[in-house]
C-alpha cells in the first residue's frame, strides 16, 4: 500500500504564491509516477501536473503551463506544487496521486491513478 499526505494549501489573494508538498509512504518511492489534480465544487477532477519517475520528465496542463512547477526530491520521497501567479480559477481542492509505473510516463486521467491523498484546500481571493 501508498500512503499520500498532502500539505501546504490555504487562503491567498491573486498573484500569490503557494507550494504544496505530498509526502509518500509505504512503498519505494521510485517507479511511481506521480501526479497533482484539482476539484472545484460541481467540476470534475481534472489533471494539473505530472512527473515520471524515470525520467522526471513533467506534464502540465494548459491552463498553469508557465505559472506551475512540478518537482520531486526522492531522499524526503515528496512531491511539490509551486503555484505562482494564483488566480481566483484556481480555487480547488488539490490533490496528490500515485500509480505504479516502472515503463516510466504520466496519466493525465484520475481513473489511471491507484492512490490519493485527502486533499488540501487552495483559495484564491480576487
Known amino acids: 500500500q501508498v500512503q499520500l499526505v498532502e500539505s501546504g494549501g490555504g487562503l491567498v489573494q491573486a498573484g500569490a504564491s503557494l507550494r504544496l508538498s505530498c509526502v509518500q509512504s509505504g512503498r519505494a518511492f521510485t517507479t511511481y509516477t506521480m501526479a497533482w489534480f484539482r476539484q472545484a465544487p460541481g467540476k470534475e477532477r481534472d489533471f494539473v501536473a505530472g512527473i515520471a519517475w524515470s525520467d522526471d520528465s513533467t506534464y502540465y496542463a494548459d491552463s498553469v503551463k508557465g505559472r506551475f512547477t512540478i518537482s520531486r526530491d526522492g531522499a524526503k520521497r515528496t512531491v511539490y506544487l509551486q503555484m505562482n501567479s494564483l488566480k481566483p480559477e484556481d480555487t480547488a481542492v488539490y490533490y496528490c496521486?500515485?500509480?505504479?509505473?516502472?515503463?516510466?510516463?504520466?496519466?493525465?486521467?484520475?481513473?489511471?491513478?491507484?492512490?490519493w491523498g485527502q486533499g488540501t484546500q487552495v483559495t484564491v481571493s480576487s
Open positions: 496521486a500515485a500509480v505504479y509505473r516502472p515503463g516510466g510516463g504520466v496519466f493525465r486521467n484520475p481513473r489511471d491513478y491507484d492512490y
